[in-house]
């Protein structure tokens, strides 16, 4: 086997990844080719000699424009032209719930290590008050939504090679926090190697291991196809996906307007927005290049024109994206057929590997040049793309950052659940202690609907309170 191997590898100068195989045991060395048969070595080329080019972003921003697109809650929208309301969107969207035609896909390969959490980032408990974890929270949004209407909601969880194992056995000893296994497709994304920006040679995490790291959330694409979820999704009669990550415990899973407003404009993808507050913000921005919708990433998007104003002095390319979007299965299926599948972006990054004497090297620098697909790349190829925008304060509140951090740490997304449900209280005329802190599980109320419809709601709540 290692002269089999050796052989492939000095076509393209990588004999280095078996320097070390006469000292692993066997099931490294086993570990190790099949690593080293699943990379495609003419790709990683490729892509290394691509990498010190680059996508013109400043002429790509210069041609982008605000995209087309609608606001929650507002009382009409002018969209495939024609007029269509707030009622008829929300209408379409029970519709499509009640019929059983909406799955959900939870993207969840990420670890917490930036939460100091070494584990899946769903496993973070983040309750302020019941300590509920981000899985628990999505999970019981879903059965919650699957009640409401009376249906099944199926969920496709992609995990990643460091999520997997661990992420299957939590949700199993949890009973999968109620929803039917029937209703739980997990499957993972595929990885890539990292290169060494110099040499273009792969890096080793040990010396019976490369580096590899998970494929991008766009790998869903192809992990949907290999796991057999796409064709589960048309047996099931699954004709519209509402996709999200895992990171977010605001998202409003499976919101009627949303849904509806995507299947009225016909759209074959919508993305969900915020609106910026100021240039410097932290989000890839949705724009219309040519009449496409993209979106670019923030890293990639100049200052000038991230600072870009309107005539009234509000950014002229403000809408944030958030990582939520609507997916006509029928789309799905047409790019999953796609041999090509979606293009791999080059990204020049921190990545501790081992040296040519197998000692670890953690850089303080960026080293290596690492490969990843995105999901929004699909945009370009999706017909009548939307943009929706939502108020953040009921839709957006990542957690990504260690607590003590600037932004988007635990404690602010707590803040901000514990606002949104404070504010479904007072309106259904309950009274909140101006320092109790309330969290409703989605099992008692969705929204601020469901907490005017219950009769055993409270009048007065004084202290900590866990609704459930």
């Not at 990498?51 to 013109?56: I, K, L, Q």
């Not at 194992?165 to 009973?175: V, W």
């Not at 005329?429 to 907490?451: C, F, M, T």
Request: aromatic content about 6%; charged content about 20%.
């Amino acid at each position: 086997m290692k002269d089999q191997l050796a052989e492939k590898l000095a076509r393209f100068g990588q004999q280095h990844l078996l320097a070390f195989w006469d000292e692993i045991e066997a099931a490294e060395r086993a570990r190790l080719a099949a690593q080293i048969e699943a990379v495609d070595f003419p790709l990683i080329n490729q892509l290394y000699r691509s990498g010190a080019a680059h996508e013109d972003w400043q002429a790509l921003a210069e041609r982008a424009e605000s995209p087309p697109g609608v606001c929650l809650g507002q009382t009409e929208a002018h969209l495939a032209g024609r007029n269509i309301s707030r009622h008829e969107a929300r209408s379409a969207g029970t519709e499509a719930l009640d019929s059983g035609q909406v799955g959900v896909v939870l993207v969840a390969g990420g670890q917490g290590s930036r939460l100091g959490f070494e584990h899946p980032k769903g496993m973070f408990p983040l309750g302020p008050v019941s300590h509920a974890t981000l899985f628990q929270i999505h999970f019981e949004k879903v059965l919650a939504t699957a009640q409401r209407h009376d249906t099944r909601v199926p969920v496709y969880l992609m995990t990643s090679p460091a999520t997997h194992d661990e992420t299957i056995s939590f949700l199993n000893s949890h009973d999968r926090f109620g929803l039917p296994a029937s209703d739980l497709t997990v499957f993972c994304q595929g990885t890539m190697p990292a290169v060494d920006a110099e040499t273009g040679k792969l890096l080793m995490a040990d010396r019976g291991q490369l580096f590899l790291s998970p494929d991008g959330h766009g790998g869903i694409v192809e992990a949907l196809q290999k796991s057999g979820a796409v064709e589960e999704m048309n047996a099931a009669g699954i004709q519209h996906l509402f996709y999200f990550q895992v990171d977010n415990p605001l998202v409003t899973i499976c919101d009627p307007e949303f849904l509806g407003y995507h299947l009225l404009a016909e759209s074959e993808m919508s993305t969900m927005v915020v609106a910026k507050q100021v240039p410097e913000e932290p989000l890839g921005v949705v724009v219309s290049v040519d009449s496409q919708v993209l979106i670019i990433e923030y890293v990639n998007l100049p200052h000038e024109a991230a600072d870009r104003r309107t005539a009234d002095g509000s950014l002229a390319l403000w809408a944030g994206s958030i990582g939520v979007h609507g997916i006509d299965v029928g789309f799905l299926n047409r790019v999953t057929r796609r041999v090509a599948g979606l293009p791999l972006h080059v990204s020049r990054k921190k990545v501790p590997h081992i040296d040519d004497r197998g000692r670890p090297v953690d850089p303080e620098l960026p080293n290596a040049l690492k490969f990843e697909r995105f999901i929004f790349d699909l945009l370009s190829d999706a017909q009548r793309g939307i943009v929706v925008e939502s108020d953040p304060a009921a839709s957006f509140a990542p957690v990504k950052n260690v607590s003590g951090s600037a932004t988007d740490t635990p404690e602010t997304a707590q803040a901000a659940m514990i606002a949104l449900h404070r504010r479904w209280l007072e309106s259904a005329g309950v009274r909140v202690a101006e320092d109790a802190v309330v969290e409703i599980s989605p099992l008692w109320a969705l929204d601020a609907q469901q907490v005017a419809e219950r009769a055993d709601r409270p009048e007065r709540i004084n202290s900590a309170t866990y609704l459930r």
